[in-house]
């Protein structure tokens, strides 16, 4: 079997033509994504959005650069996001309204990307397609987002960085989770599995202080099934039987303890399991040959895009990839990360976690799960392959492609400064000769 071909450029940038728009347009033709799109295709661009306040999301610019060049291959572009659970207490795309407003607020619009920028599983995360999945390793079956399945095409741009329970987020949580809808979601986060999901959680109310804890009202309120309670006197109350596994509670109640989930790692790992079967998922749902990927690893934050801040990158920038295979193209981007020095006073770093380490296992997870389990299932299940050939690719030689105007703004200029010119007539009023050594 040959290997899959992954493109890389880093992240240096000397002139226009390598900036890293150039470049992720550069890596689009090198890859040949242009043959994922056929004319008059419905193109969904996968990309993250963003959480409430979280920073290291990839910027519009990169995608509104995609959008163009899906518009000039004659495609129909549409970004898509979908709604999340409520992972924790506060989190903000977990029905349209919210995902709108995180979105927008982060810079994402049709005006900012050139094309609708569309919730992908409806108002509540239930407009979705099952799909069979007899190949799966844990998951026999997916919902997929309705405006995914729908589509002919899909450009994936991925932010390559860590992940608390994925252990990394590449390609294949992009598609895997993002795709997804919310009822996928509770699909693959295995909340309610009843082996290794929350309801084997230990509960512990005797760590629970009840009214006298400062977050009380939080744990009050924070279950969409009312299966928290915190009664006016004595501890918290769990009524087990309500619980739909929506995984909001786990991170609230870590720092009291009145839960415990003494299966948490077997849970994290068979999510991160999991996520790879719903990328087949949703994978199927396409015709062979029409997904294309480019992964961002830039500003490779510890944990994701889905939370409500961002910490220091664990690593330097790395660069950009791009490939037809999401398990070649996590691949190469987790042992290029292997390579790297960990980034000064990151959590790598505090961590030791240096050049020659696998840097989200002990970085990305706290629970340090491996960061293999994503690929290694994707391989098993036929979703890519982990056998990769990276290619470095050259600067493009003319920054044409990426310039709004082909001539110089001089030449633009030229014409309204006939009619108004900035510089006064008569000069400015400016000192002859400023004494500069008084003030270096
Ligand atoms: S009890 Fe179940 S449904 Fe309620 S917050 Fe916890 S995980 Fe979600």
Redesign the pocket.
């Known amino acids: 079997m040959s290997k899959s071909e992954v493109l890389f450029m880093d992240d240096r940038a000397y002139g226009s033509s390598t900036s890293l728009v150039a470049k992720a347009l550069h890596l689009f033709d090198e890859a040949k994504l242009d043959e994922c799109i056929d004319k008059d295709d419905y193109v969904v661009i996968k990309a993250h959005l963003g959480e409430w306040n979280s920073t290291a999301y990839l910027r519009p610019v990169y995608i509104r650069a995609i959008v163009d060049k899906v518009k000039q291959l004659g495609g129909r572009p549409f970004v898509v996001e979908t709604t999340t659970l409520?992972y924790t207490p506060f989190c903000f795309r977990t029905n349209a309204w919210d995902l709108y407003m995180t979105s927008e607020r982060n810079g994402f619009n049709s005006g900012t990307v050139g094309c609708p920028v569309i919730c992908g599983d409806g108002f509540l995360g239930t407009d979705d397609v099952r799909v069979d999945l007899p190949e799966g390793y844990i998951l026999k079956e997916q919902y997929v987002a309705t405006a995914v399945a729908c589509a002919d095409a899909m450009i994936t741009l991925s932010h390559f960085k860590g992940h608390p329970w994925g252990v990394f987020g590449g390609a294949i949580k992009n598609v895997g989770v993002g795709c997804a809808s919310k009822r996928g979601k509770y699909n693959l986060h295995m909340?309610?599995h009843p082996v290794i999901g929350?309801q084997t959680m230990e509960y512990i109310p005797g760590y629970c202080d009840g009214r006298e804890c400062p977050k009380w009202e939080i744990c009050n309120t924070?279950?969409?099934?009312?299966?928290?309670v915190v009664p006016e006197k004595g501890p918290i109350e769990?009524?087990?039987e309500?619980?739909?596994?929506?995984?909001?509670?786990?991170m609230?109640t870590v720092d009291c303890g009145a839960f415990a989930n003494l299966k948490l790692l077997d849970w994290f790992e068979a999510t991160c399991v999991a996520i790879a079967d719903s990328a087949l998922a949703c994978m199927k749902t396409f015709e062979k040959g029409k997904v294309g990927f480019i992964n961002f690893a830039l500003d490779i934050s510890p944990w994701c895009d889905c939370i409500v801040y961002t910490d220091r990158p664990i690593i330097p920038n790395m660069g950009l990839f791009a490939s037809k295979d999401p398990v070649a193209i996590d691949r190469a981007c987790l042992d290029k990360a292997a390579q790297s020095i960990a980034m000064p006073g990151s959590v790598a770093d505090e961590r030791d976690v240096g050049a020659g380490k696998a840097k989200f296992a002990s970085s990305g997870s706290f629970l340090g799960i491996s960061e293999d389990i994503q690929c290694n299932v994707g391989e098993a299940i036929g979703l890519g392959s982990k056998d990769y050939e990276l290619k470095t690719i050259e600067p493009m030689e003319s920054a044409k492609p990426t310039f709004l105007h082909q001539q110089p703004a001089g030449f633009i200029l030229r014409r309204f400064y006939k009619k108004i010119h900035p510089v006064p007539k008569e000069g400015f009023k400016r000192v002859e000769e400023p004494d500069l050594q008084k003030v270096r």
Do not use: R, Y
């Open positions: 409520p909340g309610a929350l924070m279950c969409p099934e009312g299966a928290l769990f009524i087990q309500l619980c739909k596994g929506c995984t909001t509670h786990q609230q």
